[in-house]
Each structure stands twice: as C-alpha cells, then as structure tokens.
C-alpha cells in the first residue's frame, strides 16, 4: 500500500498527450520535490523527471512534470509507441522516514 | 561509462542471510548518496534503504529495519547490502541506483544497475 495515488491505466494513440496523476499528502509531495520514473518492460527503472519538472539530459522535452498543492502530472506529448510502460512518481515522505514510490500507471499506447 | 553492477543474489532459505554487492564505475562514488530498490515479481517499486556519501546517515524502509544493513566502501566504489532473517516477501529483484545530484538524497535516481534476483524459498 503506497502513500503515493496513481491511475492504474492511461492510455492514447501516437501523437497524442496523455497525462498521468499522483496524489500525496502536505508530508511527502506537499513538502519535498518529486521524481517520475519510466520502466520498460524486464528493464531497470529511468529517471524522467526530477525536482518536479527538470529533465536529466537525453529525456526529451515531450516528458514534462508539474505540480500543484500535494498532487503532481506527468505529461508526455506526442505520444510514441515506444512510451508503452509502467511509470511511478516518488518522494521523500516525513511521516515514513523514508522513499516512497507511487502505485505505478501502466501506459498504452493503441 | 557510468554504470552500477549489482552481484550476490540467488535462493535463500527463510531465515536466511545474503550480501548483496554493487560495484561503481565511471563516477565519482564518494560524491552520491545511494540507494537500494527492490521489486516483487509483476508489483511495483520499493525503496529499501539509501546512505549519505560518507555514510553518516543510512535509512530504511519500515519493511527491512532491523534485518537489513547498508553499507558503502568508498575506497573501492562499491554499495553493500545485508540482508538478515529473510522472509519469502523479501522476494524481489534488488537494484542499486544513484541519486541525481550531488551531496543531497532523495533527489532521484538516474543511474541503476540491472538488479540482482533473490529469492526466498524453502
């Protein structure tokens, strides 16, 4: 059970923006800086976004994070067949002391 | 090239212990805070434990407190894990991973190794 929400599912067709949820609380996104994650399927997790909205370089800008209160979006544009994955959001949680990722959203791409 | 390789897995029986190693490359390992993740077959990520660049703080996941132990050898760019009283949930493929900036934590982890399989069955 995380303390991170997220869609289980999203889906779109290529070229499409698709947007994904995650929901806190005011002692983990509400106070510290959030992450997404992409994961390919048998592959290593990969940073997309850290500190809210800032790409590491070589994750193109169709990738972009906000945030809003104790809620943050992960937003890919244009969408591509290879999206196709599980994202997570994640933070810092007060409360647990410790990391914590989202419930993870299985991406589609029809 | 930066990379993370991650050694020591395999079967363990309940009860069990197990080290698991990480070596480093490419990078200035003493600079980054790092980090354990495991995930259960088919489930999502958990965060299992980070420790500063110095090792002054470790911390872990309420799941893993009091049976595993994470350690850093600067001076040879490797991450450790123990791992003590294995349950089968504890179950997972186990990935090292880097934080993104320097001399913080939490920030993200954009270099991970390929992970490290262990499984806890009798």
């Known amino acids: 059970h995380s303390v991170l929400t997220q869609p289980p599912s999203a889906s779109g067709t290529p070229g499409q923006r698709v947007t994904i949820s995650c929901s806190g609380t005011?002692?983990?996104?509400?106070?510290?800086?959030v992450n997404w994650y992409q994961q390919l399927p048998g592959t290593a997790p990969k940073l997309l976004i850290y500190?809210?909205?800032q790409r590491p370089s070589g994750v193109p800008d169709r990738f972009s994070g906000s945030k809003s209160g104790t809620s943050v979006s992960l937003a890919i544009g244009g969408l591509q067949s290879d999206d196709e994955a599980d994202y997570f959001c994640?933070?810092?949680?007060?409360?647990?002391?410790?990391?914590?990722f989202g419930t993870g959203t299985k991406v589609t791409v029809l | 090239e930066v990379q993370l390789v991650e050694s020591g897995g395999g079967l363990v029986e309940p009860g069990g212990s197990l080290r698991l190693s990480c070596a480093a490359s490419?990078?200035?390992?003493?600079?980054?805070?790092m980090n354990w993740v495991r995930q259960a077959p088919g489930r999502g990520l958990e965060w299992v434990s980070s420790?500063?660049?110095?090792?002054?703080?470790?911390y872990y996941a309420d799941s893993v407190r009091g049976r595993f132990t994470i350690s850093r050898d600067n001076a040879e760019n490797s991450l450790y894990l123990q791992l003590h009283s294995l349950r089968v949930e504890d179950t997972a493929v186990y990935y090292c991973?880097?934080?993104?900036?320097?001399?913080?934590?939490?920030?993200?982890?954009?270099?991970w190794g390929r992970g490290a399989m262990l499984t806890v069955s009798s």
């Open positions: 991973a880097r934080d993104v900036l320097k001399n913080s934590y939490a920030t993200g982890f954009d270099i």
């Open positions: 490419g990078f200035n390992f003493i600079d980054y805070t």
């Open positions: 420790i500063s660049p110095t090792a002054n703080y470790k």
């Open positions: 005011s002692s983990n996104i509400g106070r510290y800086t």
């Open positions: 500190s809210d909205n």
């Open positions: 994640a933070t810092w949680d007060d409360r647990l002391n410790g990391y914590v």
